[in-house]
């Protein structure tokens, strides 16, 4: 097991987002972290312990985060009306898990959603799968950040856009 992750520790895991260790267990002679999923129905998640930092992450620090909010403020909009080669990008950067890709799908949202009350892109359409991938990006990053930041979950938008000026 790795040292560095420890019973009743908050994590990020990859593609789950927000999720604490709740236990480990020894399952056929190999070591798992046991973690309960922060959204949804909080489902139980096995990680294997030997590949632990691979899947999981400890909550970035808030030097970390004023890095993210960094890129995010250099952060443009990426569009191609080629739906299949959009979503196979959203989807290959959503998997990653890295922290610069999912705040990259976040902003891809927030310059979406401001760019559809100013009327800078009428072509630019996203359909209901785009928005899903992006939103689950957004959950995702505004879930560490507020942890990371203390703030709640309610103010955290707020405060990381007027960070980043937008």
Not at 88 to 101: A, C, I, Q, V, W
Not at 126 to 144: P, R, T, V
């Given at each position: 097991?790795?040292?560095?992750?420890?019973v009743d520790?908050?994590?990020?895991?990859?593609?789950?987002?927000?999720?604490k260790?709740?236990?480990?267990?020894l399952i056929?002679?190999?070591?798992?972290?046991?973690?309960?999923?922060?959204?949804?129905?909080?489902?139980?998640i096995?990680?294997?312990?030997?590949?632990?930092?691979s899947?999981?992450?400890?909550?970035?620090?808030?030097?970390?985060?004023?890095e993210?909010?960094?890129?995010?403020?250099?952060?443009?909009?990426e569009?191609?009306?080629?739906?299949k080669q959009?979503?196979d990008?959203?989807?290959?950067?959503?998997?990653?898990?890295?922290?610069?890709?999912?705040?990259?799908l976040?902003m891809?949202?927030?310059?979406?959603?401001?760019?559809?009350?100013?009327?800078?892109?009428?072509d630019?359409?996203?359909?209901?799968?785009?928005?899903?991938?992006l939103?689950?990006?957004?959950?995702?990053?505004?879930?560490?950040?507020?942890?990371?930041?203390?703030?709640?979950?309610?103010?955290?938008?707020?405060?990381?856009?007027k960070?980043?000026?937008?």
């Amino acid at each position: 097991m790795n040292p560095q992750f420890q019973v009743d520790q908050t994590v990020i895991h990859k593609r789950e987002g927000l999720a604490k260790i709740v236990s480990t267990a020894l399952i056929a002679d190999k070591q798992y972290y046991l973690l309960k999923a922060a959204r949804g129905d909080g489902e139980m998640i096995y990680v294997p312990g030997d590949s632990s930092t691979s899947i999981i992450r400890p909550v970035m620090r808030p030097e970390e985060a004023q890095e993210v909010l960094d890129y995010m403020a250099s952060v443009k909009m990426e569009y191609t009306s080629n739906t299949k080669q959009r979503r196979d990008f959203y989807k290959r950067l959503l998997n990653s898990g890295e922290t610069e890709d999912i705040a990259f799908l976040t902003m891809q949202l927030r310059i979406y959603e401001l760019s559809n009350h100013d009327s800078e892109n009428p072509d630019m359409k996203l359909g209901i799968m785009d928005i899903d991938m992006l939103s689950k990006a957004d959950n995702i990053l505004m879930d560490e950040l507020a942890l990371t930041f203390d703030k709640s979950r309610e103010d955290i938008k707020e405060f990381i856009f007027k960070k980043i000026n937008r």
